[in-house]
């Protein structure tokens, strides 16, 4: 096979740790009549690739997931050809994606074009890179479970995180009391210059006492937790009357089981939140992403890119992906760049 029609891509050689991310030589894709050939330019990073890479959603007595596979759900490119039935894009246009299976590890993807996003001009390729997953999600956990109002008590776990730090500009722009939490000192300062009220040190502080403290014993409003394991309990028990809780994240493991009758106390409430359940028409995805856009050349948020890798480094992209010190986004840079 040729060179021509051969492309470099990171395989998932088996489940475990970043070192099963090894660099391969294999065919490009095939454009159905649907489809879009993007040559990316920079491909996006994220939690639930380490999810995909450790088989971590696998319930007890499933078979280990098949390898070799292609990571990556997020990026931008360029589209280079389209299908026969293509009306959406033409080659040329600078897009972005956002989309299970986009297998974005890659110099080339074959995706289906009504999922693609056009770009502004005014925004950056690494600006893109870094806000649609996080700029998406933040732009509907803050409008679909409250509509946020001057003097709203937010909580929002991980504020230094991609997503997390989104959440807390978007909200402070809004009006919340934003109330973050934190590793460290150094993180405290930087969710502060976000907007954040307070910063609350998981490692020093117990939650549930200093929410109280800081809200008069009212609680929060809104708590949209990405951390989840055992400090999910004390998230949802800083929640205010009528209080939701969003649980969207698990880097701190799953959370512990929920006795329902407990919402009863205080009327709270934990609802469930899934990217793609909102981006489900090419209009829902337009149009939210046109939000995030007018957000950003706004400067009501402001991506944050922790570290841009070459793509035949992705191990060590995952390497500093799991590094408690990172603030910002991890972005992989294919070697026709």
Same mark, same amino acid.
Request: glycine share 10%; hydrophobic share 45%; proline share 5%.
């Given at each position: 096979?040729?060179?021509?029609?051969?492309?470099?891509?990171?395989?998932?050689?088996?489940?475990?740790?970043?070192?099963? =991310?090894?660099?391969? +030589?294999?065919? %490009?894709?095939?454009?159905? &009549?649907?489809?879009?050939?993007?040559?990316?330019? $920079?491909? @996006?990073?994220?939690?639930?690739?380490?999810?995909?890479?450790?088989?971590?959603?696998?319930?007890?007595?499933?078979?280990?997931?098949?390898?070799?596979?292609?990571?990556?759900?997020?990026?931008?490119?360029?589209?280079?050809?389209?299908?026969?039935?293509?009306?959406?894009?033409?080659?040329?246009?600078?897009?972005?994606?956002?989309?299970?299976?986009?297998?974005?590890?890659?110099?080339?993807?074959?995706?289906?074009?009504?999922?693609?996003?056009?770009?502004?001009?005014?925004?950056?390729?690494?600006?893109?890179?870094?806000?649609?997953?996080?700029?998406?999600?933040?732009?509907?956990? =803050?409008?679909?479970? +409250?509509?946020? %109002?001057?003097?709203?008590? &937010?909580?929002?776990?991980?504020?230094?995180?991609? $997503?997390? @730090?989104?959440?807390?500009?978007?909200?402070?722009?809004?009006?919340?009391?934003?109330?973050?939490?934190?590793?460290?000192?150094?993180?405290?300062?930087?969710?502060?210059?976000?907007?954040?009220?307070?910063?609350?040190?998981?490692?020093?502080?117990?939650?549930?006492?200093?929410?109280?403290?800081?809200?008069?014993?009212?609680?929060?409003?809104?708590?949209?937790?990405?951390?989840?394991?055992?400090?999910?309990?004390?998230?949802?028990?800083?929640?205010?009357?009528?209080?939701?809780?969003?649980?969207?994240?698990?880097?701190?493991?799953?959370?512990?089981?929920?006795?329902?009758?407990? =919402?009863?106390?205080r009327s709270r409430r934990v609802a469930g939140f899934m990217l793609f359940d909102y981006l489900r028409s090419r209009s829902d995805l337009l149009e939210r992403s046109q939000q995030v856009f007018d957000?950003?050349?706004?400067?009501?948020?402001?991506?944050?890119?922790?570290?841009?890798?070459?793509?035949?480094?992705?191990?060590?992209?995952?390497?500093?992906?799991?590094?408690?010190?990172?603030v910002g986004k991890i972005l992989l840079q294919p070697s026709h760049i």
């Amino acid at each position: 096979m040729s060179e021509q029609t051969l492309m470099n891509a990171i395989h998932v050689t088996a489940i475990g740790g970043p070192d099963v =991310l090894e660099p391969v +030589k294999i065919p %490009k894709p095939v454009v159905g &009549v649907q489809d879009a050939l993007i040559q990316i330019t $920079l491909a @996006s990073i994220n939690q639930n690739d380490v999810m995909e890479r450790t088989d971590y959603y696998r319930h007890e007595g499933e078979p280990i997931r098949e390898t070799p596979f292609i990571l990556g759900a997020e990026g931008i490119g360029v589209v280079l050809a389209v299908g026969s039935d293509v009306t959406e894009v033409k080659p040329g246009d600078r897009v972005g994606f956002v989309m299970h299976g986009a297998q974005s590890y890659a110099e080339f993807a074959a995706l289906p074009a009504a999922r693609l996003i056009p770009i502004p001009d005014e925004i950056s390729d690494d600006v893109a890179a870094a806000v649609l997953v996080s700029g998406l999600s933040a732009q509907i956990m =803050l409008s679909a479970y +409250k509509s946020i %109002k001057k003097g709203d008590t &937010v909580l929002i776990t991980a504020g230094t995180s991609a $997503l997390g @730090s989104m959440l807390v500009q978007w909200a402070s722009h809004l009006g919340a009391r934003v109330i973050a939490t934190v590793r460290s000192s150094q993180k405290a300062d930087i969710v502060r210059g976000y907007g954040a009220v307070a910063a609350i040190n998981t490692t020093e502080e117990d939650l549930v006492p200093r929410i109280q403290q800081l809200t008069d014993g009212q609680g929060g409003d809104l708590a949209l937790d990405a951390v989840g394991g055992d400090l999910f309990p004390q998230v949802f028990e800083s929640l205010g009357t009528g209080g939701t809780v969003v649980p969207y994240g698990i880097v701190g493991g799953k959370q512990p089981p929920l006795d329902v009758l407990s =919402l009863v106390d205080r009327s709270r409430r934990v609802a469930g939140f899934m990217l793609f359940d909102y981006l489900r028409s090419r209009s829902d995805l337009l149009e939210r992403s046109q939000q995030v856009f007018d957000a950003v050349t706004a400067g009501i948020i402001q991506p944050k890119v922790a570290d841009t890798f070459p793509l035949i480094e992705a191990a060590q992209a995952h390497r500093q992906l799991e590094n408690s010190r990172r603030v910002g986004k991890i972005l992989l840079q294919p070697s026709h760049i």
